[in-house]
C-alpha cells in the first residue's frame, strides 16, 4: 500500500525537485519508504506502507529488460496465480511482491490485463524508451487516483490532489459546478474535482500518456452491471455465495503484517469478522469498534465480539472530541465528504493502528446483495399501486406537511426525478433559493438510468449507488479516514468474484417478506448471531442531529464567516436553517453539517488557513 505521484516536464532537474515535493505531501500514506524515479520527460513518486514482500518489495520496480518501471498503491490478491501463470510462460520473478506481478502482466497482456487482477490498485508504467505513461485504476474505484491538465494537457496525477499543490505556479480555483452539485449529494458526483482542471480517474479506467506532448486518452476496461438469472437454484446460490465470501476472505488476509478488523453491530462486519475467525483458527483476530456515547453501536459489536470470541477493542468518542478533528479530516479528504459518519472511521483507524497495519470491513455489501432499505420502498408501493395517481396527488395538495406525504410524493413520480442515491440533502427548489452565485449544471443520472431500464426500480437503485454513492462516498471516506492514520483497509464484498456472483441474483434472493439482502443472510444462518443477522440496515449513525446545538455558537460561525459560503448562498436562509433547527421546528442537522464541511474545506485549501 502506497501514495504514488507523477509529472511530466522537459526539465529533469525542476521535475525531481517538485515529485520529491509532492511525494512527501502524501508520507501518511506511506510512511516505510520512498522511490522516486525522474528522467528529462517524467518524475514520479511513492510512500510505502510496506504490506507484503517487505525485504524485496521496494519501487520502482524493473521490468527484466529495464524498458519499463512501475509505481504501485493498493494490493493484488490473485498474485500468487497470475505468478504461476507467467512463470509458466517462462517469465523470470526477482521479488515475492504483486507489484512485480502487475508490470509483468500488462507486459504480456496489455490493458486487457487490468481485469484480470483481482484486488484495488491505482498504478503507473513507464515506458523509459518510448516516453509513455500508462496509469490504471481498479474496477470498483477503491483506490484513488486523480490528474492535473492545463490546456487540454496532461501535467500530474496522485493519489491525493494536495500534492499538485507542489506544482510551480499551481493555483487552486473552486470548482463551482462541483460544490452546486456537492449541495445535493454530500460529496462531488463530477469527475472534475472541487479544483478547476483536477479530475479523478473514473473507476474500471485507464489511461495512456505521451509524456513529450501531453497528449492523453481515457479508455474503459470494466464496468459493472446486473445481470439477474432467473433461473439460479437458492440452496445452490446460498451455498456459492458463502463459499465466494469466505474465499474473498481468504485472498484479503495475504499479508506480511498483521492483519484485523472493523466490526459494527451489523450483518457485513459480522460476516467478515466471522469468517477471518474461522480461517485464523484458535488464534484471535483483532476487531474495532467506535461509537458515540449517545448510542448502542458498540453494544452491538460487542455482542458478536463476544459470540466470535475476538481480541475486541472498542472506543468511544464525544461531541467536543469529534468537531475537534474536522479541520485535519478535511484536509485528508481532499474534496468534502459530508458524511458524518467519515469521523467515526477516523479516530477507529487511529486505534486500530496501534494494534494492526491492515484492516478488513463490510464495504460494497449494501450495494451488490441489496442492504438499504429504500430499495425495499417499489415493493412497498405496490399496496397503494390500485391507487389511481389523480387520488393521491390530491393528498400532495394539502398545505402542511404530514407523515407520509414524501411517500407519496415519490409514488407518483418517476424513480429518476428523485432517485439521486442513498444521500440526498438539499432538495433542488431549495438549492434555488439557497445558491445565489450563477446557476450551475445540475449533474444528470439519465445515462445510468438508461442502462438499467429493463430491471426492476430496485435494482436501479442498486445501480444508481454503485456508480456514484459508493465511489463518491463510501470508498471514499474509507481510503482517506484509513490512510490519514496509514492503515490499509480492503474490503472483500468487493471483490471481483464476490461482484460477479452478487451480479446475477434475481429480486427474490435479495429482497424477501420486506428483509433485505434476503440471501446472503440466510447464507450465513447459525454462523454469526441470529440477534446481527436479522438486524435492519441501520446504517453508521453519527448523533450530529443532538450535537448541534446553541452552545455550538464557534461552528456556526465557521459557516457564517465563510467568504465562498457568503459570496455563493443567501445568508439569511443558512442562518433561518439553524435557527430552526435549534429550536428543534426540524431537523437541519444533515444540512449545517454540508456547509460546515464546505466551509472548512475552502479555509483549509483556499484561504489557506492552518490546521
Known amino acids: 500500500m502506497c501514495g504514488i505521484t507523477g509529472i511530466i516536464g522537459k526539465n529533469k532537474g525542476i521535475t525531481d525537485t517538485v515529485i520529491r515535493a509532492m511525494t512527501e505531501t502524501i508520507v501518511h500514506r506511506g510512511p516505510d519508504q520512498d522511490g522516486f524515479f525522474s528522467d528529462e520527460y517524467v518524475g514520479l513518486g511513492m510512500r510505502r506502507l510496506s504490506i507484503i514482500d517487505l525485504s524485496t518489495g521496494t519501487q520502482p520496480i524493473w521490468s527484466q529488460d529495464k524498458s519499463r518501471c512501475i509505481f504501485f498503491n493498493g494490493e493484488i490478491y490473485n498474485y500468487k496465480e497470475l505468478k504461476n501463470e507467467l512463470e509458466n510462460k517462462g517469465r523470470i520473478f526477482h521479488t515475492a511482491s504483486d507489484t512485480e506481478v502487475i508490470l509483468q502482466m500488462y507486459e504480456e497482456y ?88 483536477a479530475y479523478k480517474l473514473p473507476p474500471g479506467h485507464c489511461m495512456s500518456i505521451d509524456c513529450t506532448t501531453g497528449t492523453f486518452t481515457i479508455k474503459k476496461y470494466w464496468s459493472f452491471t446486473f445481470r439477474p438469472d432467473e433461473n439460479l437454484d437458492e440452496e445452490r446460490t446460498t451455498k456459492d455465495i458463502q463459499d465466494t465470501i469466505r474465499d474473498s476472505v481468504a485472498h484479503h488476509m495475504i499479508a506480511d503484517v498483521p492483519v484485523g478488523s472493523f466490526l459494527s453491530g451489523g450483518v457485513d462486519s459480522s460476516i467478515i469478522a466471522t469468517m477471518m475467525q474461522t480461517i485464523r483458527g484458535t488464534k484471535k483476530i483483532k476487531t474495532f469498534t467506535v461509537g458515540f456515547n449517545t448510542l448502542t453501536e458498540g453494544v452491538e459489536a460487542r455482542e458478536t465480539a463476544d459470540f466470535l470470541g475476538t481480541d475486541h477493542t472498542e472506543i468511544t468518542i464525544g461531541p467536543d472530541e469529534y468537531f475537534s478533528v474536522l479541520p485535519k479530516a478535511v484536509w485528508h479528504f481532499d474534496e468534502p465528504v459530508a458524511d458524518p459518519s467519515a469521523i467515526g472511521l477516523y479516530f477507529v483507524s487511529r486505534e486500530a493502528r496501534k494494534h494492526v497495519t491492515v484492516v478488513l470491513s463490510g464495504e460494497g455489501s449494501d450495494e451488490l446483495f441489496g442492504g438499504y432499505n429504500i430499495y425495499l420502498e417499489p415493493f412497498a408501493r405496490k399496496k397503494i399501486a390500485w391507487i389511481p395517481h389523480s387520488i393521491l396527488k390530491l393528498f400532495l395538495n394539502i398545505p402542511f406537511e404530514f407523515f407520509g406525504k414524501n411517500y407519496i410524493r415519490r409514488a407518483v413520480s418517476r424513480l429518476s426525478d428523485w432517485y439521486i442515491g442513498n444521500a440526498s440533502i438539499f432538495k433542488q427548489d431549495e438549492i434555488s433559493r439557497l445558491w445565489k452565485a450563477p446557476e450551475q449544471t445540475a449533474f444528470t443520472l439519465n445515462g445510468l438510468y438508461a442502462d438499467v431500464a429493463n430491471l426492476s426500480q430496485s435494482v436501479q437503485m442498486e445501480y444508481i449507488d454503485i456508480h456514484t454513492w459508493l465511489v463518491g462516498d463510501i470508498l471514499a471516506k474509507a481510503d482517506k479516514m484509513t490512510m490519514a492514520h496509514s492503515l490499509e483497509l480492503r474490503v472483500p464484498f468487493l471483490d471481483i468474484e464476490v461482484a460477479r456472483l452478487a451480479s446475477t441474483l434475481p429480486d427474490r434472493f435479495k429482497w424477501r417478506g420486506y428483509t433485505t439482502k434476503y440471501l446472503l443472510r440466510k447464507a450465513f444462518e447459525k454462523i454469526i448471531p441470529e440477534s446481527t443477522r436479522n438486524r435492519k440496515k441501520l446504517g453508521f449513525p453519527t448523533p450530529v442531529r443532538d450535537w448541534f446545538t446553541s452552545e455550538r455558537a464557534e461552528i456556526y460561525e465557521i459557516i457564517y464567516t465563510n467568504k465562498y459560503i457568503q459570496t455563493h448562498m443567501e445568508m439569511g436562509h443558512i442562518r433561518n436553517l439553524v435557527e430552526k433547527h435549534m429550536n428543534k421546528s426540524e431537523d437541519n442537522s444533515r444540512k449545517i453539517y454540508l456547509l460546515l464541511m464546505l466551509a472548512l474545506w475552502y479555509n483549509t485549501f483556499i484561504d489557506k488557513e492552518k490546521i
Open 110 to 197: 496489455g490493458d486487457t490485463a487490468l481485469s484480470r487482477l483481482r484486488g484495488m490498485f491505482a498504478f503507473s508504467i513507464y515506458d523509459v524508451e518510448k516516453h509513455t505513461l500508462f496509469i490504471a485504476r481498479d474496477h470498483f474505484g477503491i483506490k484513488p487516483l486523480y490528474y492535473y491538465v492545463q490546456d487540454s494537457k496532461f501535467i500530474a496525477f496522485g493519489s491525493e490532489i494536495k500534492s499538485f499543490f507542489s506544482i510551480p505556479d499551481y493555483v487552486p480555483v473552486v470548482n463551482d459546478t462541483a460544490v452546486y452539485n456537492y449541495l445535493s449529494y454530500q460529496y462531488n458526483p463530477l469527475t472534475e474535482t472541487f479544483f478547476k482542471d
